[in-house]
């Protein structure tokens, strides 16, 4: 049976001019979003505020992790026009923080690091100032293809850690941790002035000293922010949520962070990779 969702998780209903704009622009130029490939339960929140989490590389991923509501159907031919579309909407909405993400890809030869690097200078071509966000697959440990996106110098590199080390066969089959952690030591070494970030849920059934593991693992390799969030199982056929933790775990949770010497730690209920990325960045940095 499935756990009811508790009160602090719950999402009211937002619908205004705005988000109603972003929903139009985003149609208008056929574009996708993360908000909605992966149910996230912030979508109206951030649509109301002139903002959205752009998914390049189409809508089916080539990998099937237990968690996520993205489906793994045969992937898509790449729209070369995208990286151009995406600086489009960028300048209609009027964003000056801009998080972009991807499927993964593993039926192309550069896996999609070409595609990231392109749409980053398609943005940068409307806004020297736009500060970009990458949030990018492990393109399977490839450093060359990490060296792709770096060239470009976004200004966050992302790659998210998602879970503990023991639980990785089980929520993410077709992934490697260690092959993630060496992924963000790679940008951190190759590129210092970039900020590397990394995100985990919790829920999963991971035990506390799991957490302060991995927490450990990412001090270790200086992972600038650290992202903590609530897992919500997305349908019945995806894994069950073990355990919700409360708004008071969740604080725990990043003070033990901070004590660790994660920099920038933020942890809560709803808290998501790009949830709040420019705040943060502007709080924190």
Known sequence: MRKKLPEWLKRGIVDTDTTRTVRKILKFN????????????NKNECYSKNTAT??????NCTRNCRFCS?????PEAVNVEEPLLIANAIKELGLDYVVITSVTRDDLEDE?????AETIREIKKIGSDIKIEVLTPDFNGKEKLIDIVISEAPDVFNHNIETVKDLYKRVRPQAQYQRSLDFLEYIKKTSPTILTKT???VGLGETEDQIISTLKDLQAINCDIVTIGQYIQPTKNHLDVEKYYT???FEHLQNLAKEIGIKFPIAGPLVRSSYKAKEVLLKNI
Do not use: K, Q
């Open 54 to 59: 752009f998914m390049i590389l189409g809508t």
């Open 247 to 249: 708004p008071e775990e």
């Open 70 to 74: 993205i489906t793994n159907n045969p």
């Open 199 to 201: 995100g985990m849920m």
């Open 30 to 41: 056929h574009l996708n979003t993360v908000c909605d490939s992966a149910r996230c339960p």
């Open 112 to 116: 999609g690091a070409g595609h990231f």
